[in-house]
């Protein structure tokens, strides 16, 4: 998306204002999507995201052979890209190429991922997932666009048209 200004930052609106702050992602974005059925001009919002947490989901415990089975199943993956890519330019015996591509990186695979496993010593025993989240939602507009975007956030059922109150 572009402002019009050559080397304007597009993350940046001219002197801001809150227009309202919700707990999830979802009110806001109902919020902006409100503005623009009712042609508010949306280029000067912003949704901004604030007390941002890292959430760590523990998705199960890590044994060696699930270590192994995952250094299996990435090296298949590399052996195989390598052998597609190494296929364009060989002419003969392409399905032996790229088998013993997938066989070696399946090795490797297997081989490196026991060997960093091996490192970590027991310090993580643990697979898991992780994201880093926001709190709260707050929608900031262009100061000389804020009274129109409040008078039409009025007629929002349940908006939150002033985020002091």
Known sequence: MSTGVPGANP?????PQSLAVYD???AAQKTVDFLADNQFPVQH??????DLKRVERITGRLTTGRV????VLSGLWL????GLIFSFFVDENVLAMILSTVALGAVFGVIWALLGYALTRGRRDFS????????RYEVLVEHKVAAQARELLAKLPGALPNPFE
Do not use: C, N
């Open 11 to 15: 993350l940046r609106l001219e002197f």
């Open 24 to 26: 999830d992602y979802a």
């Open 45 to 50: 919002l912003m949704i901004v995201g604030t």
């Open 68 to 71: 192994a089975l995952g250094g």
């Open 79 to 82: 052996g195989l890209f390598v």
């Open 128 to 135: 898991s997932i992780t994201q880093v989240v926001a709190t």
